[in-house]
């Protein structure tokens, strides 16, 4: 086996890097901060003039037709630059359209893939916590949608959403027209600076197309916490390295403070839990190339995500003392981002509940010698976001 990425996805890679490098210095991070930007437009446009914003699409569809192992690479570099922008939600949601052969007006591929028009992507009507809250309804002209649903990111400044409703019992991937009549926003804005809006529908139309099968669902929610995880993995990696930078600089009684026992243990801790992390997550990204089922891998890593995140934001910030605190000192936007990112990919607790209930159902697995690696899936576990 080669564990190695290809050629063509290191050089993806770095392109990523380089293009991310140019627009999210610690300054211009600064300055995006104090300004009202609902995302980071510049850099927007011009990973449309390369193409990022495709990774996922089909070449029919004017994408770079590559798969989830070459966009896991760009998020990394992204998530590394905290560069926020709406990468993955973009080009899921366009796929899952493109995969479910959903009859979508060319307007809407014109604005997502041309125009760059950003699309919100929110799964949070997955969470038992928060309800059920998006109801339809179907009736002679379509379907009716009515409900709330909380802190969607660029609600307000996206034309079209990708949300989770309900129907008929069963919960169903809904293409919304945020422009529709019945559609109320309340714009707002995230901890990591990012624009978000609470939406409102009051009993609004849905067109066919709009309400996607069953089937999207899993299969957008696996390939959404690889996207979250990728992002994450980004994130924890500068995290941890410039934690390690700054244990390696700064002296307390005549000695780096990287040399104590205690801390150079937890920089330790933090690597380890990033390499089980980028393990969990190539092994998922893997899978939903190879078209394989990846419901158990999917949690495994939203909870290695989580956990990855929480232990490595935390540390850093108590290794860095006072300074750690500092909103003029450029760490804490590392921890804003992996809380906020924590948050998406949903607690760790539920998850591995949510895990114990799929190995409860599924007794066909890869470790038993004489079972397939891919047994029959006899329960999709779609746990909340």
Same mark, same amino acid.
């Given at each position: 086996?080669?564990?190695?990425?290809?050629?063509?996805?290191?050089?993806?890679?770095?392109?990523?890097?380089?293009?991310?490098?140019?627009?999210?210095?610690?300054? $211009?991070?600064? #300055?995006?901060?104090?300004?009202?930007?609902?995302?980071?437009?510049?850099?927007?446009?011009?990973?449309?003039?390369?193409?990022?914003?495709?990774?996922?699409?089909?070449?029919? @569809?004017? !994408?770079?037709? %590559?798969?989830?192992?070459?966009?896991?690479?760009?998020?990394?570099?992204?998530?590394?630059?905290?560069?926020?922008?709406? =990468?993955?939600?973009? $080009?899921?949601?366009? &796929?899952?359209? /493109?995969?479910?052969? #959903?009859?979508?007006?060319?307007?809407?591929?014109?604005?997502?893939?041309?125009?760059?028009?950003?699309?919100?992507?929110?799964?949070?009507?997955?969470?038992?916590?928060?309800?059920?809250?998006?109801?339809?309804?179907?009736?002679?002209?379509?379907?009716?949608? @009515?409900?709330?649903? &909380?802190?969607?990111?660029?609600?307000?400044?996206?034309?079209?959403?990708? =949300?989770?409703?309900?129907?008929? !019992? $069963?919960?169903?991937?809904?293409?919304?027209?945020?422009?529709?009549?019945?559609?109320? +926003?309340?714009?707002?804005?995230?901890?990591?600076?990012?624009?978000?809006?609470?939406?409102?529908? /009051?009993?609004? =139309?849905?067109?066919?197309?709009?309400?996607?099968?069953?089937?999207?669902?899993?299969?957008?929610?696996?390939?959404?916490?690889?996207?979250?995880?990728?992002?994450?993995?980004?994130?924890?990696?500068?995290?941890?390295?410039?934690?390690?930078?700054? #244990?390696?600089?700064?002296?307390?009684?005549? +000695?780096?403070?990287?040399?104590?026992?205690?801390?150079?243990?937890?920089?330790?801790?933090?690597?380890?839990?990033?390499?089980?992390? @980028?393990?969990?997550?190539?092994?998922?990204?893997?899978?939903?190339?190879?078209? %394989?089922?990846? *419901?158990? $891998?999917?949690?495994?890593?939203?909870?290695?995500?989580?956990? *990855?995140?929480?232990?490595?934001?935390?540390?850093?910030?108590?290794?860095?003392?006072?300074?750690?605190?500092?909103?003029?000192?450029?760490?804490?936007?590392?921890?804003?981002?992996? @809380?906020?990112?924590?948050?998406?990919?949903?607690?760790?607790?539920?998850?591995?509940?949510?895990?114990?209930?799929?190995?409860?159902?599924?007794?066909?697995?890869?470790?038993?010698?004489?079972?397939?690696?891919?047994?029959?899936?006899?329960?999709?576990?779609?746990?909340?976001?």
């Amino acid at each position: 086996m080669d564990f190695q990425l290809t050629d063509d996805q290191k050089a993806l890679a770095e392109t990523a890097e380089g293009l991310f490098a140019d627009y999210c210095s610690d300054d $211009q991070l600064r #300055v995006h901060d104090s300004g009202q930007a609902p995302f980071m437009q510049g850099l927007w446009k011009q990973c449309i003039a390369v193409g990022l914003h495709t990774v996922l699409v089909p070449l029919e @569809r004017g !994408g770079l037709g %590559l798969g989830l192992t070459e966009l896991m690479v760009t998020l990394e570099q992204q998530g590394r630059a905290l560069a926020l922008l709406p =990468l993955w939600e973009q $080009q899921v949601g366009a &796929a899952a359209l /493109h995969h479910f052969g #959903v009859a979508a007006p060319d307007g809407l591929w014109k604005a997502l893939l041309l125009d760059g028009s950003p699309l919100a992507l929110s799964l949070a009507g997955l969470s038992d916590s928060r309800g059920r809250v998006l109801l339809v309804k179907k009736n002679a002209d379509g379907y009716r949608v @009515r409900g709330h649903t &909380a802190a969607v990111g660029l609600g307000q400044s996206a034309r079209f959403a990708l =949300l989770a409703g309900v129907l008929e !019992g $069963q919960t169903r991937l809904l293409i919304a027209d945020l422009t529709a009549a019945g559609v109320v +926003r309340t714009t707002g804005r995230s901890q990591h600076h990012l624009e978000v809006a609470d939406l409102d529908f /009051h009993d609004c =139309l849905l067109a066919a197309w709009q309400v996607l099968p069953e089937a999207a669902l899993p299969w957008v929610v696996e390939r959404a916490a690889a996207c979250l995880a990728a992002l994450q993995l980004g994130v924890t990696q500068a995290h941890l390295r410039r934690t390690v930078d700054y #244990v390696s600089k700064r002296q307390q009684f005549g +000695r780096a403070i990287g040399s104590f026992q205690l801390v150079s243990g937890q920089m330790a801790d933090g690597y380890i839990a990033l390499e089980a992390l @980028r393990s969990s997550l190539w092994q998922l990204v893997y899978r939903l190339d190879a078209g %394989l089922s990846a *419901a158990p $891998q999917a949690l495994a890593t939203r909870v290695l995500a989580n956990d *990855a995140g929480h232990f490595v934001g935390h540390m850093a910030q108590h290794v860095h003392g006072g300074i750690g605190v500092d909103l003029s000192y450029p760490i804490h936007r590392f921890l804003y981002w992996s @809380r906020a990112l924590g948050a998406a990919l949903g607690g760790s607790e539920h998850l591995l509940a949510a895990l114990g209930d799929w190995l409860a159902s599924n007794d066909s697995l890869g470790w038993k010698y004489d079972a397939p690696e891919d047994g029959t899936t006899k329960q999709a576990v779609c746990a909340s976001f």
